[in-house]
């Protein structure tokens, strides 16, 4: 149960970090042990059908505790990190009211951000779709590099955040100054006002653990089935356009279907990929001096862990477990 020691906000747990770090696994212990149910805040489990690559827990693995925003989306529905915010702040109000404990769970930085801080605002930007198509021809005519530097002209924090092959990130950041003529970074730099109760937990594992864990992940997709999972999808009538297939694995697979790779490198090459990515996940969150970390190392006692965060919580939130 929780006493509310401060009854103008309501808790909130966040449990962040890189991918392969082993999030979901702990958020539904602690879910288990606190009454709690659980929001996933990962871009990828939102759509239908892609399992095996957004790593999204069965059932069993759930182990009953209730699981928000997964399976929302189908493949081709637009989706943006605004309604994101609306969608996940609704089911932190449905759970509270519940009496339960939310946990916002994921690795998706900038969704959770804009979940907790009061201060996210998302800028209006009607005419979007025109200045998107201009910028998407000048991509799709070579001028990458071109875009990119003119991102980091008007907008060097964006740019420092966004992948210079990352089209999508690069045109929202350049369509948001065009129309309001401020950088997109300007609308989330007041100071972080939170208007949850918050506890922020990180885990991760040094470096060369987390890069094994990242390798043995893909292993698994790629035994139980990834390639299979985006025949599958694909056969209904998908395109490999979609949003969900520039995701991790599911990129690499789209192309190892149309013979840019083989197996072997389509794996190696989604290893790579995801290691960069844990290493600009890393970067974003620890910006945020409100997350506590805790470094994992395999091999450890698991319940230990579990006492460490539980401790921690019970301490901060003021929270006893009956």
């Not at 025109?130 to 008007?154: D, F, H, M, N, S």
């Not at 989330?188 to 006002?193: L, M």
């Not at 890069?211 to 992940?217: D, F, P």
């Amino acid at each position: 149960m929780i006493n509310g020691c401060d009854k103008m906000l309501s808790p909130l747990v966040v449990i962040a970090g890189p991918t392969a770090a082993g999030k979901s696994k702990i958020a539904v212990e602690l879910a288990l042990k606190l009454n709690g149910e659980i929001i996933s805040a990962d871009s990828v489990q939102l759509y239908k059908y892609f399992n095996i690559g957004a790593a999204k827990l069965t059932l069993e693995e759930q182990k009953g505790v209730p699981h928000h925003l997964f399976d929302v989306l189908e493949p081709d529905e637009h989706f943006s990190v605004a309604q994101f915010q609306d969608l996940a702040r609704t089911k932190i109000k449905e759970i509270q009211k519940r009496g339960r404990l939310p946990f916002l769970v994921g690795g998706t930085g900038l969704y959770i951000q804009s979940v907790i801080d009061s201060s996210f605002q998302f800028p209006e930007t009607k005419g979007h779709l025109a200045i998107r198509k201009r910028l998407r021809g000048l991509w799709t005519a070579g001028k990458k590099e071109e875009l990119y530097q003119k991102l980091k002209a008007v907008d060097p924090l964006s740019a420092e955040r966004i992948h210079p092959n990352d089209f999508r990130r690069i045109s929202r950041a350049l369509e948001v100054y065009h129309l309001t003529g401020r950088p997109i970074s300007s609308y989330t730099q007041e100071k972080k006002k939170s208007l949850y109760q918050l506890e922020m937990i990180g885990l991760t594992y040094k470096r060369p653990e987390l890069y094994q864990r990242i390798e043995k992940r893909v292993d698994e997709m790629f035994a139980e089935g990834l390639v299979e999972e985006v025949c599958t999808i694909l056969n209904k009538g998908y395109s490999k356009e979609l949003k969900p297939f520039k995701t991790l694995g599911y990129k690499q697979v789209v192309k190892y279907l149309e013979g840019d790779y083989d197996l072997a490198e389509a794996v190696a090459e989604t290893k790579k990929a995801t290691r960069n990515y844990a290493k600009r996940q890393l970067t974003w969150f620890r910006r945020d001096d409100r997350i506590c970390w805790y470094l994992l190392q395999d091999g450890e006692d698991y319940h230990g862990v579990l006492e460490r965060i539980m401790r921690c919580l019970c301490r901060s939130m003021n929270i006893f477990v009956e």
